[in-house]
């Protein structure tokens, strides 16, 4: 069967997205009119559908994606070259509420978790050692290593050391970062058991740290100080960590409801098709899971630059509006002082994979949360309180934002990519191709392939079908980040290194 050559995606739209690679020359046929390509134009690239005066706004998705630099014809290539970005710095934005009800029926279903002692619920059975400070990185990683040697794993699913570079030598803002995302790590429902590891003389003082846990389960977390240790911090270290395996080697999986998933949502290395292959399915995905009463968190706030308002109209509560814009304008304000504009955000492979302007990218970006209403509105290294869709303060750099979410509760999290990335955080990381190339030639970094919904797969049934990969990947089986063992932690640092 021909493959289709371009897509229309809104009706609106002055711009089509190439299916496949289009040569100069060719004629597409849209609306009654005959269009020819001025350009040899990629797949996943843009060709104009009218002619453009200097100054007018390009149209996709329905909504400007920013405006011509120069006089365009009908027919012509539209890349970073010739579109430019319309967002400036903060802006003043009104409430206009949208009701959006999702008609999607409570499907009851369940999946092997691990309740915790607190009612969370775990997709893994780990055991996590956490330093405080990047200091004891390599005895953390020497212990991890020394217990998975010892037990084999057997009875619990890993053993991780999640080092850093912090802990230390942060004022502010970024030491307060530090502790919150390492409280959130060790109170994290994936992890059967932590050992907080400490140096002693560090910025982040450990009795202060376990404070900052709260009512946490003494018998699942404890705390070892090196410098307190008469001898070798090895042999306490395997002594504390011996008695924690023992208590989480005892868990078991039961059955739970799908309303007790929490699912971060985050793409990178986006592509031209990002929006209409794996991010739509994402937002499928994420009402779904909202209609039976669970949770999913959008974050990435710069990538939702152009398509806010989509957002804060989304929100249930004036309140929720209001936090909104301070998550969007505060964002801003932190590019503003530091020099940057707030709109030069597409990477050189986005833009070589058809993205030419944040626009372009954040109305992509955001089809990641589907239609639900937003619930909750967190800043970074808050933990989630609300069920439903949520907002997550956090940049949009791939491994900050993946832990972010992880931070925030979520026990896996779902990854977009059009380019292709082998990294995963803290909990699963599992990996959708936006196309059916990156999934083919790159199976050993993809969980699901997206790419199907342009070769004639209708949506229902591929959402079906990846609902059943991420509650099957809940309940036990690994993804390719954790076949592969690439998982690590990043910490957002904005101020002075001491």
């Given at each position: 069967m021909k493959q289709t050559a371009y897509l229309q995606i809104n009706k609106a739209d002055t711009v089509v997205v190439c299916l496949r690679p289009i040569d100069k020359g060719e004629t597409l046929e849209i609306g009654g009119r005959r269009i020819t390509v001025r350009q040899d134009t990629p797949a996943g690239h843009k060709i104009?559908?009218?002619?453009?005066?200097?100054?007018?706004?390009?149209?996709?998705?329905?909504?400007?994606?920013?405006?011509?630099?120069?006089?365009?014809?009908?027919?012509?290539?539209?890349?970073?070259?010739?579109?430019?970005?319309?967002?400036?710095?903060?802006?003043?934005?009104e409430y206009k509420p949208v009701k959006e009800v999702l008609d999607i029926k409570d499907e009851h279903r369940t999946f092997k978790g691990y309740v915790r002692k607190n009612g969370e619920v775990g997709v893994r059975n780990e055991v996590w050692i956490v330093p405080t400070v990047g200091c004891v990185n390599g005895i953390a990683e020497r212990l991890a290593k020394q217990l998975e040697q010892e037990t084999r794993l057997e009875g619990i699913d890993a053993v991780h050391a999640w080092h850093h570079n912090y802990g230390c030598s942060q004022l502010g803002d970024d030491h307060e970062n530090t502790r919150k995302i390492l409280r959130d790590i060790c109170l994290h429902p994936n992890a059967g058991a932590v050992l907080v590891l400490s140096l002693g003389c560090e910025n982040n003082q450990p009795e202060d740290f376990m404070r900052l846990l709260g009512d946490y389960d003494a018998d699942r977390i404890q705390l070892l100080i090196t410098q307190k240790v008469e001898g070798d911090e090895m042999e306490e270290g395997m002594k504390l960590l011996r008695q924690l395996y023992a208590k989480a080697a005892q868990d078991k999986r039961s059955e739970v409801s799908v309303s007790k998933l929490r699912v971060g949502l985050k793409c990178g290395g986006s592509d031209g098709f990002s929006g209409i292959t794996a991010?739509?399915?994402?937002?499928?995905?994420s009402d779904w899971l909202v209609a039976q009463g669970g949770t999913t968190i959008l974050t990435e706030v710069p990538e939702m630059f152009g398509a806010e308002t989509i957002l804060m109209n989304r929100c249930k509560t004036p309140q929720l509006f209001q936090k909104t814009v301070s998550l969007i304008n505060d964002f801003k304000d932190y590019f503003l002082s530091h020099g940057e504009p707030v709109g030069e955000n597409p990477s050189p492979g986005n833009k070589a994979g058809g993205i030419s302007t944040l626009e372009d990218k954040a109305l992509g970006c955001t089809q990641k949360c589907g239609r639900a209403p937003v619930s909750g509105v967190l800043e970074y290294g808050e933990r989630l309180r609300h069920n439903g869709l949520n907002l997550l303060s956090a940049p949009g750099n791939d491994l900050v934002a993946a832990t972010a979410l992880a931070a925030s509760g979520c026990q896996l999290v779902l990854f977009t990519t059009g380019r292709g990335t082998p990294f995963g955080t803290f909990v699963p990381t599992m990996k959708i191709s936006t196309n059916s190339n990156l999934y083919n030639t790159k199976r050993n970094w993809i969980d699901f392939n997206a790419g199907e919904l342009v070769e004639g797969t209708d949506m229902d049934s591929l959402r079906n079908r990846f609902t059943d990969k991420i509650i099957a990947t809940a309940s036990g089986d690994l993804v390719r980040n954790e076949i592969n063992d690439y998982r690590e932690i990043a910490i957002f640092k904005n101020g002075v290194t001491l």
């Amino acid at each position: 069967m021909k493959q289709t050559a371009y897509l229309q995606i809104n009706k609106a739209d002055t711009v089509v997205v190439c299916l496949r690679p289009i040569d100069k020359g060719e004629t597409l046929e849209i609306g009654g009119r005959r269009i020819t390509v001025r350009q040899d134009t990629p797949a996943g690239h843009k060709i104009l559908l009218r002619d453009t005066a200097k100054g007018e706004n390009i149209i996709k998705y329905g909504y400007p994606i920013g405006h011509a630099k120069e006089n365009l014809e009908a027919g012509e290539w539209v890349n970073e070259h010739n579109i430019g970005t319309n967002l400036a710095g903060t802006l003043n934005y009104e409430y206009k509420p949208v009701k959006e009800v999702l008609d999607i029926k409570d499907e009851h279903r369940t999946f092997k978790g691990y309740v915790r002692k607190n009612g969370e619920v775990g997709v893994r059975n780990e055991v996590w050692i956490v330093p405080t400070v990047g200091c004891v990185n390599g005895i953390a990683e020497r212990l991890a290593k020394q217990l998975e040697q010892e037990t084999r794993l057997e009875g619990i699913d890993a053993v991780h050391a999640w080092h850093h570079n912090y802990g230390c030598s942060q004022l502010g803002d970024d030491h307060e970062n530090t502790r919150k995302i390492l409280r959130d790590i060790c109170l994290h429902p994936n992890a059967g058991a932590v050992l907080v590891l400490s140096l002693g003389c560090e910025n982040n003082q450990p009795e202060d740290f376990m404070r900052l846990l709260g009512d946490y389960d003494a018998d699942r977390i404890q705390l070892l100080i090196t410098q307190k240790v008469e001898g070798d911090e090895m042999e306490e270290g395997m002594k504390l960590l011996r008695q924690l395996y023992a208590k989480a080697a005892q868990d078991k999986r039961s059955e739970v409801s799908v309303s007790k998933l929490r699912v971060g949502l985050k793409c990178g290395g986006s592509d031209g098709f990002s929006g209409i292959t794996a991010n739509p399915l994402v937002g499928e995905f994420s009402d779904w899971l909202v209609a039976q009463g669970g949770t999913t968190i959008l974050t990435e706030v710069p990538e939702m630059f152009g398509a806010e308002t989509i957002l804060m109209n989304r929100c249930k509560t004036p309140q929720l509006f209001q936090k909104t814009v301070s998550l969007i304008n505060d964002f801003k304000d932190y590019f503003l002082s530091h020099g940057e504009p707030v709109g030069e955000n597409p990477s050189p492979g986005n833009k070589a994979g058809g993205i030419s302007t944040l626009e372009d990218k954040a109305l992509g970006c955001t089809q990641k949360c589907g239609r639900a209403p937003v619930s909750g509105v967190l800043e970074y290294g808050e933990r989630l309180r609300h069920n439903g869709l949520n907002l997550l303060s956090a940049p949009g750099n791939d491994l900050v934002a993946a832990t972010a979410l992880a931070a925030s509760g979520c026990q896996l999290v779902l990854f977009t990519t059009g380019r292709g990335t082998p990294f995963g955080t803290f909990v699963p990381t599992m990996k959708i191709s936006t196309n059916s190339n990156l999934y083919n030639t790159k199976r050993n970094w993809i969980d699901f392939n997206a790419g199907e919904l342009v070769e004639g797969t209708d949506m229902d049934s591929l959402r079906n079908r990846f609902t059943d990969k991420i509650i099957a990947t809940a309940s036990g089986d690994l993804v390719r980040n954790e076949i592969n063992d690439y998982r690590e932690i990043a910490i957002f640092k904005n101020g002075v290194t001491l």
